[in-house]
């Protein structure tokens, strides 16, 4: 069967150069990378006009939509655009030298529903207490007159005091020097932060701010997910976890090159000093893709929503994304796995067998070998499992079969037609190189794999 075409809209971030140059592969798929500079405008051309067959997506968008009732797109759980929003908040001093002093104040916006506007009010709501029901928003570009792009987002569900710049001669970093509002918050900082001296940022020491939310709470906010048109995701399934799996590993790479020190990468004259500052607050993978990695940030960003009534009620962020996006398994020896659909050349039963291929950061190799008539989880002697599934199909899959962990240490073996064959306790998966070699059972618990070989 030959690769099917993925039309894949994106900004060039370093994270996605290794998909969009092709020195990364997602097997059965051919991935024809559209590089878009300005994400709003691949928003509008995704949501408008169903322009591409998976995009960059704004998070609170998707959300919004999917809680509606519009299920016109399906996320993975890859996450391009996430960024501390702290910095921000800029402010005339003249007017606000507090966070609580924006209560009852004119605060420009460039979209009231934007991602990072809804981090913001979040933060300023439970951090500051900053009454939100006292602003006037105020909505316009940031630079130029006008609106922030051509959006078609559904407006809020409770009544929210929003205005928009209606002057054909400002932008809101103008009618924030002039006085005509006190604050702005969004994507951007104004021209006017720097050149006007009554203009600064609400936490000027911003860094310092933003490392200690990440302490306390965990949550670094996510701006943009992935998203597939559904009647496209519905033809082809498998290319949720194919494309998920691959946008892993591009980032991956990125990630390593980034610590490559001998040359410098990027043009920041102390990168090795941010790199250590970075591995101290948040470990070795600043930027975790999957579901569990980001739970609470995904769970503070819906509850944010609900909160400023753009959304009737909290979802479970589980029903939000594909469910057949395989969850990153977790090792001794690694904080994540990145699994990838392979098919065994030999076997030395003689038989033909399928495996998930997994490579941790440090290119090491297991792989779960799948029968052709079943799938093999043998006991896991008092695992504690959470729930995770996968669904193997693919062009190099003649059958399809489910992987599924359960909760309360229940696994279950699956024929490839989904019938139940037998059940027990604990979970786990039969091991083995897919190469010819022997292949060992073990089990994965909570935190590590444990060998019964």
């Not at 370093?14 to 500079?37: K, Q, T």
């Not at 710049?165 to 720097?194: F, M, Q, R």
């Not at 033809?235 to 020190?261: D, I, Q, T, W």
């Not at 102390?270 to 999957?290: A, H, S, T």
Request: net charge negative; glycine share 8%.
């Amino acid at each position: 069967m030959p690769p099917i075409t993925c039309n894949f809209a994106s900004a060039l971030y370093d994270r996605m150069v290794p998909l969009a140059s092709g020195e990364v592969r997602a097997p059965g798929l051919n991935v024809n990378f559209i590089e878009v500079e300005h994400p709003r405008d691949i928003f509008d051309r995704m949501v408008a006009n169903r322009e591409f067959d998976a995009s960059e997506l704004s998070a609170s968008e998707y959300i919004t939509r999917y809680v509606s009732g519009d299920r016109s797109f399906v996320a993975i759980p890859v996450f391009p655009s996430r960024v501390f929003r702290h910095g921000f908040i800029c402010v005339n001093t003249n007017k606000v030298k507090e966070p609580q002093d924006l209560n009852g104040k004119r605060v420009g916006v460039q979209l009231y529903t934007m991602t990072a506007a809804v981090w913001i009010r979040g933060v300023l709501q439970h951090e500051y207490g900053v009454d939100l029901s006292s602003i006037e928003w105020v909505e316009g570009k940031m630079e130029g007159p006008g609106s922030h792009g051509k959006p078609s987002t559904l407006p809020p569900l409770a009544p929210v005091k929003i205005t928009r710049n209606t002057d054909p001669t400002k932008s809101l970093s103008d009618l924030l020097e002039s006085g005509e509002i006190d604050a702005t918050i969004g994507a951007d900082v104004p021209a006017c932060l720097g050149r006007a001296p009554h203009i600064r940022r609400l936490f000027p020491d911003f860094k310092s701010v933003e490392k200690d939310y990440y302490k306390r709470t965990g949550i670094f906010p996510i701006m943009h997910l992935v998203a597939l048109r559904r009647e496209y995701y519905e033809a082809n399934r498998f290319v949720a976890s194919a494309l998920f799996n691959a946008l892993n590993e591009s980032k991956e790479l990125a990630r390593r090159r980034m610590e490559s020190l001998g040359a410098l990468r990027y043009m920041l004259p102390w990168l090795p000093q941010e790199l250590d500052d970075i591995r101290e607050v948040f470990g070795e993978d600043c930027w975790p893709y999957g579901l569990e990695e980001n739970r609470k940030t995904l769970e503070a960003l819906v509850q944010f929503l609900y909160e400023q009534s753009m959304i009737d009620r909290i979802m479970p962020i589980d029903e939000l994304f594909a469910p057949y996006t395989l969850s990153r398994l977790k090792s001794c020896n690694s904080p994540s796995w990145q699994p990838t659909i392979r098919r065994n050349r030999s076997h030395p039963t003689g038989e033909n067998k399928h495996t998930i291929l997994i490579r941790d950061r440090h290119a090491r190799r297991i792989r779960i070998r799948i029968d052709e008539e079943r799938v093999n989880i043998p006991r896991a002697p008092g695992a504690s499992e959470e729930f995770h599934r996968a669904e193997l199909a693919g062009p190099g899959l003649e059958q399809r079969a489910e992987v599924a962990r359960l909760g309360e240490g229940e696994a279950r073996q699956v024929a490839a037609d989904g019938a139940v064959v037998d059940e027990g306790s604990g979970a786990g998966a039969v091991l083995g190189d897919g190469d010819g070699e022997a292949g060992c059972e073990g089990w994965y618990d909570d935190t590590r794999y444990h060998s019964a070989a």
